[in-house]
């Protein structure tokens, strides 16, 4: 199902801004989505990594990881393993934009956690595949923005200073899924 997985993709669905169509043509912009960043614990995300590591979930994880800046869960359990950039959406102490810092999804929205019903609409009510898979179809038609894209490492979120709340970001994927058009400039 090439428009599920092109759920952080579409040359403007980065996860929320810039909605549109991803054509054939591969200089095309990668879709940016738009939308809030928790973060996890201090801790946890290096847990979840080791355990992805360990071969011991459907979607694991190189040992060593690739080098990334930021290190967080996603939507959509198919981009375990995919690098993204994401930023802070406003401006820095100068006036100036933040800049995009190269991220590593290594997690993605788990049921135990209130799963993609928690991320898309902010609260803990259960989804079944089939209706989750189709507000997944709606994000990437950019129909529809999620709630949160994204909960980042906790030393991305001491470094933010957003412990404790939630920050709005910019989320764009940089590798294609298997059978897409890559969407790296």
């Known amino acids: 199902m090439v428009m599920k997985s092109t759920l952080l993709l579409t040359a403007a669905v980065t996860l929320i801004t810039g909605m549109g169509e991803?054509?054939?043509?591969?200089?095309?912009?990668?879709?940016?989505?738009t939308g809030m960043a928790s973060q996890y614990g201090q801790?946890?995300?290096?847990a979840t990594i080791k355990v992805r590591q360990a071969g011991?979930?459907?979607?694991?994880?190189?040992?060593?990881?690739p080098p990334a800046e930021v290190y967080f869960a996603t939507l959509d359990c198919r981009d375990v393993g995919r690098r993204f950039e994401i930023r802070r959406t406003g401006v820095d102490a100068e006036g100036n934009p933040y800049a995009w810092e190269s991220a590593l999804a290594t997690d993605c929205a788990g049921l135990r956690d209130g799963g993609i019903g928690f991320?898309?609409?902010?609260?803990?009510?259960?989804?079944?595949?089939?209706?989750?898979?189709?507000?997944?179809?709606r994000v990437a038609a950019g129909e529809y923005q999620p709630v949160f894209v994204a909960e980042v490492d906790y030393a991305t979120a001491v470094r933010w200073n957003t412990v404790g709340r939630g920050r709005e970001v910019e989320l764009r994927r940089l590798e294609a899924a298997p059978g897409e058009v890559s969407v790296a400039q």
């Open 22 to 33: 991803m054509g054939s043509d591969t200089s095309a912009e990668p879709m940016v989505l």
């Open 56 to 65: 011991r979930t459907a979607y694991g994880l190189p040992d060593p990881l």
């Open 119 to 137: 991320m898309l609409f902010n609260r803990h009510t259960p989804m079944s595949q089939r209706t989750a898979d189709e507000w997944l179809r």
């Open 43 to 46: 801790g946890r995300m290096e």
